[in-house]
């Protein structure tokens, strides 16, 4: 492996994501909202619940009365405390998992795409690297950033929380075991996953917002989940999210098996 050659390449798509406004204003403001501006709103939803706004506070009641009793007797007596957990240990990690996994699929989306769309593909195969040097180095490039999204993402998004809980509740919900179970495991394999399927749809379609469009569907299991904790048929917790983690990373594994032996530059230099 040129580990060399592979950097450099790596360096270069990073450079191209920087420069490209159509690439960057996702990257930013996805994450903006799902890490800063939803946990604020959904934390301070009671508050303002259950002032001065009878119908409010009860049709909040109502929804939290939903939950399974086994679920909603962990999280406290009160409304408040109730919904509280709720979103701290239910609600934001798997809107949480959204983040690294955009990040990776949007660059993904970029890789072979994009370059396409850019007149660059070609130059790029005629390149020296070998064909796992180059797809290495494109997984590397849409991967990087988007663990460094979920590490400075989390920190975010507890300081956001901790403070509006802190500063409306008198209570500092901090990260427990859950949260870093998802952050160091279950994210980045999320991420790779979807950053594994994302390039498969990146080495077949003819432009990145075609191979974006794509890959919305995998945000599908995403979604499966949030429903599925907010109407109790989960219960995320460690164990729950180290087995779902392991899960992930195989998939993953399987998945980047299957593109590295199903890559071949010689078929994307007959569909230039």
Do not use: C
Not at 9 to 29: E, G, T
Not at 97 to 115: K, R
Request: proline share 6%; glycine share 8%.
């Amino acid at each position: 492996m040129n580990w060399r050659a592979v950097r450099a390449l790596v360096r270069r798509d990073l450079l191209v994501v920087r420069r490209s406004r159509a690439l960057m204003i996702p990257l930013v403001v996805v994450p903006l909202i799902l890490l800063v501006v939803a946990p604020l709103v959904i934390t301070l939803l009671p508050a303002f619940a259950m002032r001065g706004d009878p119908a409010s506070a009860a049709e909040l009641e109502e929804m939290l009365r939903t939950l399974p009793p086994a679920l909603r007797a962990s999280f406290g007596d009160s409304p408040t405390e109730q919904w509280l957990h709720l979103v701290h240990t239910q609600l934001l990690p798997a809107l949480f998992l959204l983040v690294p996994f955009l990040v990776a699929q949007v660059i993904a989306a970029d890789g072979f795409a994009g370059e396409r769309e850019r007149k660059t593909l070609e130059a790029l195969l005629y390149t020296p690297l070998t064909d796992g040097e180059l797809l290495g180095a494109k997984l590397l490039a849409a991967l990087i950033p988007a663990i460094v999204v979920d590490v400075v993402g989390f920190i975010v998004s507890a300081a956001t929380l901790a403070l509006g809980t802190s500063m409306l509740f008198g209570q500092t919900l901090l990260p427990d075991l859950t949260w870093l179970v998802l952050v160091a495991w279950v994210g980045p394999a999320f991420a790779a996953t979807g950053l594994a399927a994302m390039l498969l749809i990146s080495l077949r379609v003819r432009g990145t917002q075609e191979a974006i469009q794509l890959g919305g569907l995998l945000v599908v299991p995403i979604v499966v989940l949030l429903i599925s904790t907010v109407r109790g048929a989960i219960m995320l917790g460690p164990r729950t999210l180290a087995i779902g983690g392991a899960l992930l990373w195989l998939l993953a594994i399987a998945l980047l098996i299957g593109g590295r032996r199903a890559f071949r530059r010689s078929r994307l230099v007959t569909r230039l």
